[in-house]
């Protein structure tokens, strides 16, 4: 993962350094929705998804010309899944049962993007483009569960596109993999799980 981060990074800077002019930055108001699973490393209860919902902004710079850039935000994210844990004696015994976990998360997107901006004019009024790159998850608080170990944050990998709208609303949407876990159990330390995740995004540039 570190080294998909620096393979990242170096792509950006040759970007920065290959284009003469100036890019072109902007910014963004969003709100969206999350459908939210919890992949655990075993199949031992049932688990079932979460609607969530995301609010914050995001700062978009394009390089002119060739439709390349990048985006970087700060978003609050409320994500999670119910976990039957009451499905095994381990936890049943103990009193639990179909416990929702719910994460409260700021989540700090930075993804490459393409935009499709040479449709001879047709750009102006709709705008298609695809995205994808690293999320730091950093947790800010969760529900209450003593059975759970929460992690301080994690990292995901999204992949996503969508369209942008007179230049000024984006629609988007995009599947995000967790690729550390987000929380485990006590009673089973090797029994964690990670996020995946359903967003749909609605941006409004100011």
């Known amino acids: 993962m570190k080294r998909l981060i620096k393979i990242l990074m170096a792509c950006v800077l040759c970007l920065a350094i290959a284009m003469p002019v100036q890019a072109q930055f902007r910014r ?3 709100v969206g929705g999350l459908i939210t699973n919890l992949s655990f490393k075993q ?3 049932t688990v079932d998804h979460v609607g969530g919902f995301q609010a914050g902004f995001a700062g978009e710079m ?3 010309g060739i439709g390349f850039g990048i985006d970087l935000g700060f978003i609050y994210n409320m994500a999670g899944a119910k976990v039957n844990l009451g499905e095994r004696k381990i936890w049943s015994s103990e009193g639990y049962g179909n416990e929702r976990l719910m994460l409260h998360q700021l989540n700090i997107p930075f993804h ?3 935009k499709w901006t040479r449709m001879n004019g047709l750009e102006d009024i709709i705008a298609p483009f695809v995205y994808g790159g690293p999320e730091f998850n950093i947790l800010l608080a969760h529900s ?4 759970i170990d929460w992690a301080g944050g994690d990292l995901s990998l999204a992949c996503g596109g969508g369209f942008e709208i007179h230049r000024r609303w984006q629609v988007s949407f995009a599947y995000t993999w967790g690729m550390t876990y987000a929380l485990k159990t006590k009673l089973l330390t090797n029994f964690s ?3 995946r995740q359903w967003t749909f995004r609605l941006g409004y540039f100011f």
């Open 193 to 195: 799980a990670r996020t």
């Open 43 to 45: 199949d031992l209860v």
């Open 28 to 30: 963004q108001a969003i």
């Open 62 to 64: 394009m390089f002119p």
């Open 144 to 147: 209450k569960c003593e059975a």
């Open 112 to 114: 490459l993007r393409f």
